[in-house]
């Protein structure tokens, strides 16, 4: 098992962020492409939110977690 301990060691530097999604239900049908922004509040955090509009009309908003 000499290759499994290998991947092992170079998956011990893997990371991640928690983030919370936002479902919102539009008043029309939009166009379907995705919003990929970056905002910075007035005290310093850098937020990425994301965006993707849906067939039915709602808009999946995702990555709302601070670095």
Known sequence: MVFK????HQLDV????KAHSII?????PTEP???F???QSK?????D???YPRPSMFF??????IK
Not at 5 to 8: A, Y
Not at 43 to 47: F, H, Q, R
Not at 60 to 65: E, G, Q
């Open 49 to 51: 939110p994301e965006i």
């Open 43 to 47: 005290d310093g955090k850098v937020l």
């Open 14 to 17: 893997i990371g991640g962020v």
């Open 33 to 35: 492409y995705a919003f």
């Open 60 to 65: 999946f908003l995702t990555n709302l977690s």
């Open 5 to 8: 301990e290998k991947i092992s």
């Open 37 to 39: 922004l970056a905002y």
């Open 24 to 28: 919102f239900k539009g008043n029309q």
